[in-house]
C-alpha cells in the first residue's frame, strides 16, 4: 500500500469541533477567506486539504442547522424566520389580487371544533326513557321511620339483589319501572314503605359503557366505547364527523337491524335543535352514507359554502340555508353553472322561479352583485344651499324642482351659466350649458331632468383668481393675507401683528395692479401704480387711512427709520487692556477707535501680529501701521461679528520648504534673510530662490522682488514664517536618459561595423 492509502489526512483527523473552532478563531481575527487559506498552508495543510477543508466545514455547518431543527428554542427561531419570508413575500406581492380561499362544505368543521365535544353530562337527572342494564349501578336510601342505604349493581343476568330477597331483573327497564319493582321487594323488610312512615328513593349511581360502532363514510370509523349516556353528535365527534364524502343529513342509527333515528345535522347548525341527538345503545350502528346533492352557493349570500340538498329542496331553499341574501345581493336572478354529460353550460333562474327551481349536485350559483347605478337619482352640486343627491319622481322632474328642492342657490351662486351633466344613450358624456338666472326668471323655459343627471352651479368666488393682499417690511408677521371689502391699511397692519420698532409710518408704500390702461394719473408704460400713504403710529384712524382702501393683490411695504438700527457688536481679545465685546456707535467707527476704546494695547501686546477676522475669515491688516497713521484706507469701517486678536510679541521664525534643515529658531533683530537661511541649513537642490515669500503674523504676505540683477528680500519680524518653493520635478530628463544613452551606444556600434568592413 503506499503513504496515502495508510496515513489519513490532516482534515480527516480534525473533529467536527476542531474544524469549526479553526475557522471559528480565523474568521474573528479578522482575516479574509484568503488569508485563512495561506494560514492553513502555514500550518503543513496542502491544497487538498484545504479543499477538503472546505467540504468538512461545509458539512458541519449543514449539520448544525439540522439540528437547530430539533431544538424547541430554535425550532421558534426557525418559524420566526419562515414568518419574516412570508412577510416579504407579501410585500413582494402587494400588487397582486389576493388568491380566494376555496369554499368549505358547509358543517364540515362541527366536529373539529375545540371545546364541543357533546360530552354527556353525568351531573343530570337521570333521563326517563334510560333503560337499565349490566354494570349499572342504583343508589337505594330508605328514610323516615326505618333507615338503610344500599348499593345495588345490575349484575351479567339483568338482576339486582338486596339483603336476603331474592334477586330482582332490571335489564331493559327504565329507573321508574325499576324503582316500583324494587320498592315492592324491599316491602317483604319493611312493612308499609313508601305508604306510611318509611320512604324509599331510587337513583342511578354509576353508569355503564357502552359499545356502539360508528361505518360509511366518516373519518375514523370503527368501534367505540363510550357511556350509556352518551348520544349520536358524541359518537360522531368522537370519529371525527363525516369525511369528505360523507352526508351530512342522512345519518342513521341502526338498533337491533332496525333505523331508529335518521339524523340532519343542518337541524342543530342552522335550528340547534337536538331532538335527533339520542341517546345511544349497546350495540348500536350509526351509518354515515354518501352526500346525494352537493352544490356550491357563493357570491353576495350571507355564508356562502358548499351545502348539501336532500331530495326536493329549491333554490329558494337552498338561500335561505346560507341566511339568505345580504345586503348588496342581485335578486332579480341567478346565474349557475351546471355540469352536462359532455361540458359544462350556464343557468339562469328569475326570481320568480326559486321556489320551484331544483339544483343538481355539482352545481356552482353565483349571487352577484347589485349595479352601482340608480333608477331615479339626480345630483346637484356647488353654490346650491343642500347640495348632495335627490330622488326623480312626481315631485320632481325639472330643474326648478331640483333646486326648490335643495332650498335655492346661495347668495354667491354664478347664474348666467349652469353645467347639466348627462349620459347619452350610448352612455357618451355630454354637457349642457344653463343660462340658470333667465331658467329662475322664468325668461327660459324650465328644462326636464334625467336619471343620472349632475347639475352643477358654479361659485363666483370660483370663477376668480383667489384675493389676498401682502405687507412685507417692518412688520411682525409679514405674510399674505385674504382680501376683504373694505379692508384699509391699518386693518391690514392689525393682522400682521402690528408695526415693528424700527417702522416709520409716514413713507408707507402700496404697490397696485393696473386693471385699466385709462387712468389719468397713470403713464402708459407703467404696469404697476405706486401709492403713498402716513398713517398713525397707533392705528387710530387718519381720514386719508380711513378712505384709503385696499384692493386684491396690494402689496404693502413698511419702511424703517433711517436713524433706527439694532444694535452690533465687535469682540476685541489678546493683549489690550479692556478685552471683550463692545457695541458698534454709529456706522463709521473704525479699527483705531475700537483700540483706543479697549484703552489700547498693553506693554507685551505687539500690535504688527494682531489677526483681524471677518466672518470666521482672516484679513490681512497691518493694524500697527494703521494705528500709525489713522488715515489709511486700511482702517477699515467696523462690521457685526468682527473680531481683533492681539497677541504676545513672538520671538520665533519659521523656515520652511525646499532647505536642508527646516526649522524654527529665535528672532534676532540684527538678523537678516541670509542669516535665518543659513540657520535652516540653506537652499535645498530643487530650491526656488526667487519666489521665496514671508507671511507675517497677522496675515499679510510679501514674496522676493526683483531690482536689476539682485533678489530684494521680504524683511523678517517677529512671528515670520519664511517659505521656500520647490521647483517641480522634471521628469522629462530622467526619462530621456535611458534612450539618449541607448542611441548614442547604436551610433558607436554601427561606426565600428562600418569601419571593420573597410579594413
Given at each position: ?71 424547541t428554542d430554535s425550532l421558534k427561531l426557525s418559524r420566526q424566520q419562515i414568518g419574516k ?97 324494587i320498592v315492592g321487594r324491599l316491602r317483604q323488610s319493611y312493612a308499609g314503605l313508601n ?426 491688516l497691518d493694524i500697527q501701521r494703521i494705528v500709525d497713521n489713522p488715515a489709511l484706507e ?126
Amino acid at each position: 500500500m503506499g503513504i496515502n492509502a495508510q496515513t489519513p489526512s490532516k482534515v480527516e483527523q480534525l473533529s467536527d469541533s476542531q474544524v469549526k473552532a479553526f475557522y471559528e478563531k480565523a474568521k474573528a481575527s479578522g482575516m479574509s477567506e484568503m488569508q485563512i487559506e495561506q494560514a492553513a498552508l502555514a500550518q503543513g495543510f496542502t491544497l487538498s486539504d484545504i479543499s477538503l477543508m472546505r467540504k468538512r466545514l461545509a458539512e458541519v455547518q449543514d449539520k448544525e442547522n439540522k439540528e437547530d431543527l430539533t431544538d424547541t428554542d430554535s425550532l421558534k427561531l426557525s418559524r420566526q424566520q419562515i414568518g419574516k419570508l412570508s412577510k416579504r413575500d407579501i410585500q413582494k406581492d402587494t400588487l397582486k389580487i389576493p388568491k380566494k380561499e376555496p369554499l368549505k362544505v358547509y358543517g364540515s368543521e362541527l366536529f373539529n371544533t375545540e371545546g364541543l365535544t357533546f360530552e354527556p353530562s353525568l351531573r343530570i337527572a337521570t333521563p326517563k326513557n334510560y333503560q337499565l342494564g349490566p354494570d349499572d349501578e342504583l343508589l337505594v336510601e330508605i328514610y323516615g321511620d326505618a333507615k338503610g342505604s344500599y348499593r345495588l349493581k345490575v349484575s351479567p343476568e339483568g338482576t339486582v339483589k338486596v339483603l336476603n330477597l331474592a334477586p330482582i331483573y332490571v335489564s331493559g327497564l327504565t329507573i321508574e319501572e325499576a324503582r316500583d319493582k324494587i320498592v315492592g321487594r324491599l316491602r317483604q323488610s319493611y312493612a308499609g314503605l313508601n305508604s306510611s312512615g318509611s320512604f324509599a328513593s331510587i337513583n342511578l349511581g354509576n353508569i355503564r359503557s357502552i359499545k356502539v360502532m360508528v361505518t360509511g363514510e366518516v373519518v375514523k370509523p370503527g368501534v367505540y366505547t363510550v357511556s350509556s349516556l352518551a348520544t349520536a353528535f358524541n359518537a360522531l365527534y368522537l370519529c371525527g364527523g363525516p369525511n369528505k364524502n360523507g352526508s351530512f343529513r342522512a345519518i342513521n342509527v341502526i338498533r337491533n337491524n332496525k333505523v331508529v333515528r335518521t339524523i340532519d345535522i343542518y337541524d342543530f347548525l342552522l335550528r340547534a335543535s337536538q331532538a335527533d341527538n339520542i341517546i345511544l345503545q349497546d350495540q348500536d350502528i350509526i351509518q354515515v352514507p354518501f352526500y346525494l346533492t352537493r352544490v356550491e352557493l357563493d357570491g353576495e349570500v350571507k355564508r356562502p359554502a358548499i351545502y348539501e340538498l336532500k331530495k326536493g329542496e329549491t333554490l329558494q331553499q337552498l338561500v335561505d340555508l346560507a341566511g339568505g341574501f345580504n345586503e348588496h345581493a342581485y335578486q332579480a336572478s341567478i346565474t349557475m353553472r351546471r355540469n352536462t354529460d359532455k361540458a359544462r353550460k350556464v343557468v339562469t333562474v328569475i326570481k320568480n322561479e326559486y321556489a320551484t327551481f331544483l339544483p343538481q349536485s355539482g352545481d356552482a350559483i353565483m349571487v352577484g352583485k347589485v349595479l352601482e347605478r340608480f333608477d331615479n337619482k339626480v345630483v346637484i352640486e356647488g353654490a346650491i344651499s343642500r347640495p348632495g343627491e335627490y330622488a326623480l319622481g312626481d315631485n320632481l322632474k325639472t330643474l326648478k324642482d331640483l333646486i326648490n328642492q335643495s332650498e335655492g342657490v346661495r347668495e354667491d351662486a354664478f347664474l348666467n351659466r349652469a353645467l347639466i351633466h348627462r349620459e347619452k344613450p350610448n352612455r357618451e358624456p355630454e354637457v349642457i350649458a344653463v343660462a340658470l338666472g333667465k331658467v329662475l326668471s322664468n325668461e327660459l323655459p324650465d328644462i326636464e331632468l334625467k336619471n343620472q343627471d349632475s347639475v352643477v352651479i358654479s361659485s363666483i368666488k370660483n370663477l376668480r383668481e383667489e384675493y389676498f393682499v401682502t405687507i412685507v417690511g417692518e412688520i411682525n408677521n409679514p405674510s399674505d393675507f385674504p382680501f376683504a371689502e373694505a379692508m384699509t391699511v391699518s386693518d391690514l397692519i392689525t393682522q400682521a401683528g402690528g408695526l415693528t420698532d424700527g417702522a416709520i409710518d409716514s413713507r408707507i408704500e402700496i404697490a397696485r395692479r393696473i386693471k385699466d390702461n385709462n387712468l389719468p394719473d397713470v403713464a402708459e408704460n407703467v404696469t404697476i401704480q405706486i401709492i403713498t400713504l402716513k398713517i398713525n403710529r397707533d392705528l387710530s384712524l387718519l381720514p386719508a387711512d380711513k378712505e384709503f382702501k385696499l384692493q386684491p393683490f396690494d402689496i404693502v411695504y413698511i419702511r424703517k427709520s433711517t436713524r433706527y438700527d439694532k444694535q452690533r457688536s465687535v469682540v476685541i481679545l489678546g493683549e489690550v487692556n479692556y478685552p471683550g465685546t463692545y457695541a458698534i456707535q454709529n456706522n463709521s467707527e473704525r479699527v483705531t477707535q475700537l483700540l483706543e476704546r479697549a484703552g489700547g494695547p498693553k506693554l507685551n501686546g505687539y500690535l504688527p501680529n494682531a489677526v483681524f477676522r471677518r466672518d470666521g475669515g482672516r484679513i490681512a491688516l497691518d493694524i500697527q501701521r494703521i494705528v500709525d497713521n489713522p488715515a489709511l484706507e486700511s482702517n477699515i469701517i467696523l462690521e457685526e461679528g468682527d473680531t481683533i486678536f492681539v497677541p504676545e510679541r513672538s520671538e520665533l521664525v519659521r523656515i520652511d520648504g525646499a532647505v536642508l534643515n527646516p526649522s524654527v529658531v529665535n528672532y534676532s533683530k540684527g538678523f537678516s534673510y541670509e542669516n535665518y537661511l543659513s540657520q535652516a541649513g540653506g537652499y535645498g537642490d530643487r530650491a526656488m530662490k526667487s519666489r521665496v515669500y514671508v507671511t507675517y503674523a497677522n496675515g499679510y504676505t510679501e514674496r522676493t522682488r526683483k531690482f536689476l540683477f539682485f533678489n530684494i528680500r521680504p524683511k523678517i519680524q517677529p512671528g515670520s514664517v519664511i517659505s521656500v518653493p520647490y521647483k517641480p520635478k522634471d521628469e522629462r530628463r530622467s526619462d530621456l536618459t535611458g534612450p539618449v544613452i541607448l542611441s548614442f551606444t547604436s551610433t558607436l556600434i554601427l561606426a565600428a561595423v562600418t569601419l571593420i568592413s573597410r579594413l
